[in-house]
C-alpha cells in the first residue's frame, strides 16, 4: 500500500498527571466505555504500558510503548469523529507513517468492533484482524448489581445475607479518601503476601499500579469503599469514572476467610454510585477460568467485544 506523507511527524509524550483534562475529554467522547480509554488506567499502568500521546486537529494519539518491539510499534486506535471518514483515515494513515519512519509495522491494541469495522471499511485488507475473547469486556447495568434481585442473584443475596447476619453491627462500609492511604496500603500488603506466589506473573504491575491509585487518590478523583470489622479493614473496592455513563472497577481485594466479601463490595458499590453511573465495567477475564465464570456469573449486560489489527 503506498501512503501519501501526511501531517507532520507525531510528537509522543510519556503521560503525566498535567494531561488528565485533555485525554478525558477524548477518553469521554469516543472511548466506548472500555477501560482501555481512562486516563487513570493508562496513568497507573504506566509502567505496563509506558503511555504516550500527542494531540493535534482534534485528534488524540496514544502509542502503546510499552507493548511496542523491534518488529511492531503499538497504539491505541485513535480518539477523534467515528462519522468523519476523511479525519479517520488521516490520522490513521498517520500512524502508519509514524511506525513507518522507524521501520517497524503498526498494531493496534486493542480496538473495539465499532473501530475495527472503521479499519475494514477504510483500509481493506491492510490489517489482520484478531478477535481476541481473552481481552472482552463486561458490562453490566449498575442498578441490577446495586440489587442483585431475581433469581439468577439468589445464591449472591443469600452468602451477603449470611456474612452480614453473621457479624451485624460489626460491619461497616464507607467511602475511601486519600486519607485511607496507610490503612488501604497495610491492607493490600497482607493480602499480597497470601496470594504472591500463586499470582506472581499476574500482580507485579498492579503493585504498582496499587501504590499509584493510592498516592494520586484525589487527583485522580477516583472512587472507592472499604469494608470494616471492628474497624479493621477486610476489602476495598477502588474504580474511576470512564465517561459519563460508565464506572470502571479498577482494583478491587477481599479477605476471603470472610465469605461473600465480594458480593458486599461489589453490591455497595454500585448502591453507592447508582445515581453517577449506568453501567459497570468489571474489564476483562484474561482467559482465566476462575475469573471468567465469576464474571459470567453476574449476568453482563453486553460485552465489549475486543479485536487485535495487525499491519500485513
Given amino acids: 500500500m503506498s501512503l501519501m506523507k501526511f501531517n507532520s511527524e507525531l510528537e509522543f509524550k510519556k503521560i503525566s498527571l498535567e494531561m ?7 477518553f469521554f467522547e469516543f472511548g466506548e466505555s472500555s477501560c482501555q480509554h481512562s486516563f487513570v488506567s ?11 500521546y500527542f494531540e493535534k486537529d482534534d485528534v488524540l494519539y496514544i502509542n502503546r510503548n510499552g507493548l511496542s518491539t523491534d518488529e511492531y510499534k503499538v497504539y491505541l486506535f485513535p480518539m477523534c469523529d467515528r462519522n468523519d471518514n476523511n479525519k479517520l483515515k488521516e490520522a490513521i494513515n498517520n500512524i502508519i507513517c509514524d511506525a513507518h519512519s522507524e521501520n517497524k509495522k503498526v498494531k493496534f491494541f486493542t480496538t473495539t468492533k465499532k473501530c475495527k469495522e472503521i479499519v475494514e471499511n477504510l483500509f481493506g485488507n491492510t490489517f489482520i484482524i484478531e478477535d481476541v475473547r481473552d481481552l472482552y469486556e463486561y458490562m453490566y447495568d449498575i442498578e441490577k448489581i446495586s440489587t442483585l434481585s431475581g433469581s439468577l442473584y439468589q445464591s449472591k443475596r443469600n452468602i451477603i445475607n449470611k456474612l452480614c447476619k453473621t457479624f451485624g453491627d460489626r460491619l461497616s462500609i464507607r467511602e475511601l479518601c486519600k486519607t485511607d492511604n496507610v490503612i488501604l496500603s497495610d491492607f493490600y500488603r497482607k493480602w499480597y503476601d497470601v496470594h504472591y506466589k500463586a499470582l506472581k506473573s499476574l500482580i507485579e504491575n498492579e503493585v504498582k ?7 494520586n487518590y484525589d487527583r485522580l478523583n ?3 469503599i472499604g469494608i470494616f470489622l471492628d474497624d479493621e479493614m477486610i476489602g476495598f473496592n477502588i474504580g474511576a ?4 455513563e460508565t464506572y470502571d472497577g479498577m482494583i478491587q481485594k477481599g479477605n ?6 465480594y458480593e458486599l463490595l461489589n453490591r455497595e458499590t454500585a448502591k453507592r454510585w447508582i445515581n453517577d453511573f449506568k453501567y459497570m465495567n468489571f474489564e476483562e477475564d ?10 459470567e456469573m453476574y449476568h453482563p449486560e453486553f460485552m465489549i467485544e475486543k479485536f487485535i489489527l495487525t499491519e500485513a
Fill in 241 to 244: 469514572r470512564v465517561n459519563s
Fill in 222 to 224: 477516583l472512587y472507592g
Fill in 20 to 26: 488528565k483534562p485533555t485525554i478525558d475529554r477524548y
Fill in 42 to 52: 493508562s496513568y497507573c499502568l504506566c509502567n505496563k504500558y509506558d503511555d504516550h
Fill in 286 to 295: 484474561l482467559g482465566l477460568a476462575g475469573l471468567r465464570n465469576a464474571k
Fill in 256 to 261: 476471603v476467610e470472610y465469605d461473600g466479601i
Fill in 209 to 215: 499500579e496499587f501504590n499509584l491509585i493510592i498516592d
